[in-house]
């Protein structure tokens, strides 16, 4: 079961953040060209949230389950304990977090180019929190995870 946690989670990262990339740039179109917010924009924003959620919850069983994820007296000591164990799940959480109030805050706009703003700023905010987060991580963007 834990290896299929893995990669399922390795493999889901890709998804997300190709969808936080589509809903940024379509954000940062509309936001700039001043364009209406379409059923388009809000299914991306909704499908971003969805696998974002889906992402955290497999994350979190993950969380649970890791050798990697280690609580003793050398957890804050070892950066690669503490990586996991702290760094990564609180950064993770802030971006799904920031992914979460883009599209509940937006939908309850009257305005297309605050609901644009909206979802372009705090999409871009996560977007860096889980790049900061994977680069942190010393395994890169495009590597298969080792299963302990």
Excluded: C
Aim: charged share 15%; hydrophobic share 55%.
């Amino acid at each position: 079961m834990y290896t299929g946690l893995v990669h399922t989670h390795s493999s889901l990262r890709y998804l997300v953040l190709a969808l936080l990339l589509a809903v940024i740039v379509k954000a940062l179109a509309g936001w700039q060209g001043k364009k209406p917010f379409t059923p388009v924009d809000d299914k991306l924003s909704l499908i971003l949230l969805i696998l974002s959620h889906i992402q955290g919850v497999v994350g979190l069983v993950l969380y649970v389950k890791s050798p990697f994820v280690q609580f003793n007296e050398m957890t804050m000591k070892d950066a690669g304990l503490r990586y996991w164990a702290v760094e990564h799940i609180s950064l993770m959480l802030i971006a799904i977090v920031l992914i979460t109030v883009a599209r509940s805050t937006a939908k309850r706009m009257a305005e297309a180019a605050a609901k644009h703003k909206r979802l372009f700023l705090f999409n871009t905010m996560a977007l860096a929190i889980i790049v900061l987060a994977i680069a942190m991580s010393g395994r890169g963007f495009f590597s298969i995870p080792a299963v302990a």
